[in-house]
């Protein structure tokens, strides 16, 4: 395509006052509604182009499309504090520099050429540093990788644990006609795992929860039973794959309680050649945290993940860099390799005599944003005692929302029992709520969204409708945002 073809390219070097406007906004947000207006939804919906122009519009009116016409009918979910959805995190002023960065070199993370870029040294920096903040050795994970978030990476994991169990059986059997199948043990899974499953042929239905119970109050819904565990594990029939929940997407709490439980775990993997993988999306930074009795017990959730063969992270939710991004650790390299590696492929080939490895041969994408930037500088801007301070943070607000709750007439905390202390001792950095009121109950995730000054997510808890906070934002003020909660579920209770 010949630059004439292309209408106001001088213009796009001029400098740009909107695109300046967008760093403010990123980092002063203008005073408005978390969610779009119904009027500006309708809007934005009305100017969506539909069909391609014979005659291009041109830069400046694509820009003035874009700010006129889009931006209004975006939601703030990562520059609103008080965006509650789901586990969305913000954007870290680094992590957004970066980003630029990235949009405006466009490489292609791909093939470690040592002559050709430095981005694979930055991407296996970035994961270096991922391990530093964690607490991982790094010795002890030779495989790492960015992916497009814990579902992404949860794939990964369980596409390495697939090959690897099968490789067991067929070691021990000379071969694996014996085998019915593979199955996935886990408590609770998240769906991604479910998804990951089914893309991989292991089966949706195959991923089977065993936990002592699915639902109820005694806080303890995430516990392995591990008496079903030992028995499907010792099942000659199936490969298993367990899956531990490092933090249940609607309490946030975890199915492991120490290093004891984990061990036990691991040694049962062990035992029957098991592959042992941790969905720790949001939890593994419960790792962050200093001992004390403060976060003890969300620290002891966390604990002994450094004992499984892989690791599922999300950098867009607590490390708060942009969508998308997460990350996927392994100790067996190898593995990785043999389920990845693409096959004649001569112009793939990376630089010889390096301790790097090349990112397609190891992941599923064969061409790759550059990720792990956004993940590079925000670490190296706010190291581990910025990142343990957020974190701090986000769980102080998530319990003083839960103590109030405790104690209010008209609501009810869910996920959790036993004392007020218990139930705060074990409050990460979700809260998941349901109102007294049975008709207010149906429609309260809508009636609280409906304020415009905060957004929750609904959802289902022992079969009934709930709502959950999920506080993953890196400009949380912790008592400036609970007196904005209290007045928002006072008024809905009204």
Same mark, same amino acid.
């Given at each position: 395509?010949?630059?004439?073809?292309?209408?106001?390219?001088?213009?796009?070097?001029?400098?740009?006052?909107?695109?300046?406007?967008?760093?403010?906004?990123?980092?002063?947000?203008?005073?408005?509604?978390?969610?779009?207006?119904?009027?500006?939804?309708?809007?934005?919906?009305?100017?969506?182009?539909?069909?391609?122009?014979?005659?291009?519009?041109?830069?400046?009116?694509?820009?003035?499309?874009?700010?006129?016409?889009?931006?209004?009918?975006?939601?703030?979910?990562?520059?609103?504090?008080?965006?509650?959805?789901?586990?969305? &995190?913000?954007?870290?002023?680094?992590?957004?520099?970066?980003?630029?960065?990235?949009?405006?070199?466009?490489?292609?993370?791909?093939?470690?050429?040592?002559?050709?870029?430095?981005?694979?040294?930055?991407?296996?920096?970035?994961?270096?540093?991922?391990?530093?903040?964690?607490?991982?050795?790094?010795?002890?994970?030779?495989?790492?990788?960015?992916?497009?978030?814990?579902? %992404?990476?949860?794939?990964?994991?369980?596409?390495?644990?697939?090959?690897?169990?099968? *490789?067991?059986?067929?070691?021990?059997?000379?071969?694996?006609?014996?085998?019915?199948?593979?199955?996935?043990?886990?408590?609770?899974?998240?769906?991604?795992?479910?998804?990951?499953?089914?893309?991989?042929?292991?089966?949706?239905?195959?991923?089977?929860?065993?936990?002592?119970?699915?639902?109820?109050?005694?806080?303890?819904?995430?516990?392995?039973?591990?008496?079903?565990?030992?028995?499907?594990?010792?099942?000659?029939?199936?490969?298993?794959?367990?899956?531990?929940?490092?933090?249940?997407?609607?309490?946030? *709490?975890?199915?492991?309680?120490?290093?004891?439980?984990?061990?036990?775990?691991?040694?049962?993997?062990?035992?029957?050649?098991?592959?042992?993988?941790?969905?720790?999306?949001? &939890?593994?930074?419960?790792?962050?945290?200093?001992?004390?009795?403060?976060?003890?017990?969300?620290?002891?959730?966390?604990? &002994?993940?450094?004992?499984?063969?892989?690791?599922?992270?999300?950098?867009?939710?607590?490390?708060?860099?942009?969508?998308?991004?997460?990350?996927?650790?392994? *100790?067996?390299?190898?593995?990785?390799?043999?389920?990845?590696?693409?096959?004649?492929?001569?112009?793939?080939?990376?630089?010889?005599?390096?301790?790097?490895?090349?990112?397609?041969?190891?992941?599923?994408?064969?061409?790759?944003?550059?990720?792990?930037?956004?993940?590079?500088?925000?670490?190296?801007?706010?190291?581990?005692?910025?990142?343990?301070?957020?974190?701090?943070?986000?769980?102080?607000?998530?319990?003083?929302?839960?103590?109030?709750?405790?104690?209010?007439?008209?609501?009810?905390?869910?996920? %959790?029992?036993?004392?007020?202390?218990?139930?705060?001792?074990?409050?990460?950095?979700?809260?998941?709520?349901?109102?007294?009121?049975? &008709?207010?109950?149906?429609?309260?995730?809508?009636?609280?969204?409906?304020?415009?000054?905060?957004?929750?997510?609904?959802?289902?808890?022992?079969?009934?409708?709930?709502? *959950?906070?999920?506080?993953?934002?890196?400009?949380?003020?912790?008592?400036?945002?609970?007196?904005?909660?209290?007045?928002?579920?006072? %008024?809905?209770?009204?």
């Amino acid at each position: 395509m010949e630059q004439n073809h292309l209408k106001d390219n001088v213009g796009v070097k001029e400098e740009d006052d909107h695109s300046k406007g967008l760093w403010d906004t990123a980092l002063n947000p203008p005073s408005r509604n978390v969610l779009p207006t119904a009027a500006s939804l309708a809007h934005s919906r009305s100017s969506i182009i539909t069909e391609l122009p014979r005659t291009g519009q041109g830069y400046n009116q694509a820009k003035h499309h874009l700010f006129n016409d889009i931006i209004p009918g975006l939601n703030d979910s990562a520059i609103n504090a008080n965006y509650y959805g789901f586990v969305t &995190g913000g954007v870290t002023p680094a992590a957004l520099l970066a980003d630029n960065v990235v949009s405006t070199y466009d490489q292609n993370v791909c093939v470690h050429l040592v002559d050709h870029s430095v981005t694979t040294d930055v991407e296996y920096a970035a994961l270096c540093l991922l391990k530093d903040l964690f607490g991982l050795k790094k010795e002890d994970w030779p495989h790492g990788t960015f992916t497009t978030g814990a579902t %992404g990476s949860n794939l990964v994991g369980l596409a390495c644990g697939r090959e690897y169990v099968l *490789r067991k059986a067929v070691q021990k059997k000379g071969g694996n006609g014996s085998l019915k199948g593979l199955q996935v043990l886990s408590t609770l899974p998240h769906a991604s795992v479910g998804k990951a499953a089914g893309i991989l042929g292991i089966g949706r239905a195959n991923v089977k929860s065993i936990a002592t119970q699915t639902g109820g109050t005694d806080g303890q819904p995430l516990k392995f039973d591990f008496d079903v565990l030992e028995k499907e594990l010792a099942r000659a029939d199936v490969a298993t794959i367990v899956s531990i929940s490092c933090g249940e997407v609607n309490t946030g *709490r975890f199915a492991t309680k120490g290093i004891d439980e984990f061990k036990r775990v691991r040694e049962l993997c062990d035992k029957y050649n098991a592959w042992l993988h941790v969905d720790a999306a949001f &939890g593994v930074f419960g790792r962050v945290l200093e001992d004390g009795p403060e976060f003890d017990m969300v620290k002891k959730g966390s604990e &002994g993940i450094e004992l499984a063969d892989s690791i599922t992270g999300d950098g867009h939710k607590l490390l708060n860099v942009p969508y998308d991004c997460g990350f996927l650790f392994s *100790r067996h390299g190898d593995v990785a390799e043999e389920v990845f590696k693409n096959p004649n492929a001569a112009y793939l080939c990376s630089s010889a005599g390096n301790h790097i490895p090349t990112p397609l041969n190891i992941g599923v994408e064969n061409s790759k944003r550059f990720r792990a930037l956004p993940v590079y500088s925000t670490l190296i801007a706010y190291g581990k005692d910025g990142y343990r301070a957020m974190v701090e943070r986000q769980i102080r607000l998530a319990r003083l929302i839960t103590a109030w709750l405790y104690d209010h007439p008209k609501y009810t905390v869910l996920g %959790g029992a036993g004392s007020k202390e218990d139930l705060l001792a074990t409050t990460y950095m979700i809260v998941l709520l349901r109102a007294k009121d049975e &008709g207010l109950n149906l429609k309260l995730a809508d009636a609280i969204n409906a304020t415009g000054k905060i957004f929750v997510s609904g959802t289902k808890w022992s079969g009934e409708a709930a709502c *959950r906070i999920a506080i993953s934002n890196w400009k949380v003020q912790v008592e400036r945002d609970f007196k904005l909660v209290k007045e928002v579920l006072d %008024g809905v209770a009204q």
